[in-house]
């Protein structure tokens, strides 16, 4: 049964701070990766896919890495800002489901 | 372009009631899935819809059923109420059909359900 995990569960920086949110899953037969964004409340705000064939994927300030070999993923935010704060998730995708991680919450300071 | 509709937006019912929950995906697509996302927790797949019929089920009991429509629309039902149902029921669409379940997932904003 895949397992997703998200490290860490909530995570607080000064505006400006570069970071990385961490994902792991326990199966590395998958189609994709997925790292959404989810502010207070909301629905999910798609942010990077990455395909089982690829490496990484770049959007902005964002950028996502996959390693399908070791379970892993990270993502990578450049030059936070105050509007960044969310919750963080990373969902794997195999057949027509996809399993979420807990997600991480973001606070950037002003 | 309208985006993926749910309604109605917050609900309120008590133990032992039934819901239904509905769904409008983005469109140009035909698939549905539903996801339970309770506090504090990553979103749990329930089910997903395409060409009307159920294609695929996640590990929900017999309570949770769904509805898919011929304009693709879907409905999501819950019967016999417990309190453990209170969550964010999201919906997404996707178009099915694309290689290697490549293609993104839209999400809608969710509705929340409040069981007392």
Known sequence: ??????????LSVPEGE??????SFTDSAIYNLQWFRQDPGK???????IQSSQREQTSGRLNASLD????RSTLYIAASQPGDSATYLCAVRR??????GAGTRLTVKP | DAGVTQSPTHLIKTRGQQVTLR??????????SWYQQALGQGPQFIFQYYEEEERQRGNFPD??????????SSELNVNALLLGDSALYLCASSLAGSSSFGETQYFGP???LLVL
């Open chain 2, 23 to 32: 769904c409008s995906p983005k469109s140009g697509h035909d698939t549905v």
């Open chain 1, 43 to 49: 629905g999910l705000t798609s942010l990077l896919l």
């Open chain 2, 63 to 72: 309570r949770f059923s769904g509805h898919q429509f011929p304009n693709y």
């Open chain 1, 1 to 10: 049964k895949q397992e997703v995990t998200q490290i860490p569960a909530a």
């Open chain 1, 68 to 71: 399908k070999s070791s379970g």
């Open chain 2, 110 to 112: 969710g509705t929340r």
């Open chain 1, 18 to 23: 570069n970071l990385v949110l961490n994902c």
């Open chain 1, 95 to 100: 057949g027509n489901d996809m399993r979420f």
